[in-house]
């Protein structure tokens, strides 16, 4: 039996990642501070292992253990920078030929090697520096935003408009926030419950059944393909990824060029505030004065993950009474006031307060997709998702490496101001898409360009 729905694989990715990114972290957490001193770490009910006198000893020690574990952050997402970058850009210009499952698969499995490595490495106390050679070697088989950017191509390869574009993509969205929050909710539970290595069975037995679903259920029509494309060289074939790549940008009307530039440029520095600032929630709930534990580290990514809800539910409403642009810049600013405050929460309340203003973050995403989307032809979609994939994957990696260098840097200090300082780069997205705005961003006019140009190249 064939299934047309990538939903199902999105249900349980999103369950195996949500899952192992908190996991991960506080296992790391939990290693290095074992591995730093002499001070063994301890959780009851309330609050983490936490010193916030800073007069204490082990106020200091918390200190250098919140500088290794971001500085080690650091290191693993550098080692995946570049073989992250090559797969994920090969497989999804592929799959505009050779079809969309063989990225899913592909990631997958390396998804599936990473989380049976992080068992090995829980159950015999391997050293965690093993961790860097495993993101690197997973990476060679793609990662998320492979995963995700074959996804997206998948859904937007069987819709017919604009409108269904923009819902579709937000119910994947919404698929992933829900999951998000729920796995988010129960992560601490997961840890005080099975403990780590257990934990990382869950997620490979996920990773599993997904694999198989998407090999065994899941159906996709390939495109047919000439013998010559077939039998091509991988030399002839990188060639052509970079020559269909150029296309893209390549005898298009100067303002559909510049469009397109404009919300690739809105979307990728936009993603890169988002995606760098998320893995040091973590580490600043970890730090005095929240003294937070894993259940209640749940409860703020559980909450946090209402986003995914109310984005859909708002893109769902919005789209009815705004163009896209309005939508966008609502998210942006929302997402603006979040971490702005964010910055200065010091107390439990006041942090799960804040998480108010994020409740459109994913929305900026969802619907700048779409947009690009419809500004290029049905046939160049996987190339166009190659792009923001590779550009996603260059983006998350460099922007984890930089908030996590920089938290490292002044979480002696001030240890929100990585929030603070994302809160005032997320102006260069919303003056970009100004711009966008300022040059006629409409639906229907470019429908009809892109019809135009379709009888040229035609006619040609």
């Known amino acids: 039996m064939k299934i047309l729905f990538v939903e199902p694989a999105i249900f349980l990715n999103a369950f195996a990642m949500s899952l192992t990114s908190p996991l991960t972290t506080q296992y790391v957490y939990r290693r290095i501070w074992e591995e730093t001193g002499n001070y063994s770490f301890t959780s009851n009910s309330n609050v983490s292992e936490c010193e916030k006198n800073k007069s204490s000893p ?41 079809g969309r499952k063989l990225p899913m698969a592909l990631s997958s499995v390396g998804a599936l090697a990473t989380s ?39 859904v937007v390869d069987q819709c017919k408009d604009h409108k269904q574009k923009i819902i579709r993509i937000a119910i994947l969205d919404f698929i992933f926030g829900l999951v998000n929050g729920l796995t988010g909710l129960s992560s601490g539970y997961f840890i005080r419950e099975l403990g780590f290595m257990w934990s990382f069975v869950v997620v490979a ?18 495109k047919e393909t000439s013998p010559e494309t077939v039998t091509m060289s991988w030399c002839e ?35 890169f505030m988002v995606a760098g600032i998320s893995p040091i929630f973590i580490l600043y709930e970890l730090n005095s004065p929240l003294c937070w534990n894993e259940v209640f580290i749940g409860y703020g990514s559980a909450l946090g993950s209402v986003s995914f809800l109310s984005s859909f539910v708002g893109i769902w409403l919005f789209s009815y009474c705004m163009e896209d642009t309005y939508i966008t810049l609502i998210g942006i600013l929302t997402t603006m ?25 994913m929305m900026p995403l969802s619907v700048l997709r779409a947009m690009l989307s419809k500004v290029v032809h049905s046939a ?5 998702f190659a792009c923001l994939a590779f550009l996603e994957t260059l983006a998350g990696v ?8 920089i938290y490292s840097a002044t979480v002696a200090w001030f240890p929100g101001f990585p929030f603070l300082l994302s809160a005032v780069l997320l102006l260069i997205p919303l003056v970009s898409l100004s711009a966008v705005k300022c040059i006629n961003w409409n639906e229907g006019n470019y429908r009809i360009l892109l019809q135009e140009e379709s009888h040229e190249d035609t006619s040609g």
């Open 58 to 98: 082990l106020f200091e020690f918390q200190e250098e253990v919140q500088k290794k574990v971001s500085l080690f952050s650091l290191q693993m997402e550098i080692s995946g920078l570049v073989p992250g970058l090559v797969s994920t850009f090969i497989l999804l210009s592929n799959s505009d030929l050779r």
């Open 237 to 271: 074939g990188f060639k052509n990824l970079f020559y269909r790549t150029c296309e893209l940008f390549k005898n298009i009307s100067g303002k559909r060029r510049t469009t397109l530039c404009l919300l690739i440029f809105t979307m990728i520095t936009y993603f």
């Open 205 to 222: 037995a996920t990773l599993a059944v997904n694999l198989i679903y998407i090999l065994f259920f899941l159906h996709y029509p390939v």
């Open 398 to 405: 460099t922007a984890g490496s930089t908030f996590n260098g």
């Open 116 to 154: 049976i490595w992080l068992c090995l490495l829980s159950y015999f106390a391997l050293p965690i520096q093993l961790l860097i050679a495993s993101a690197f070697l997973s990476a060679l088989c793609g990662n998320y935003t492979t995963f995700w950017g074959a996804c997206l191509a998948y």
């Open 380 to 384: 160049e979609q996987g190339t166009l």
């Open 337 to 361: 006031v979040g971490m702005a405050l964010t910055a200065f929460a010091k107390t439990t309340l006041l942090m799960f307060l804040v998480r108010i203003p994020f409740m459109f973050t």
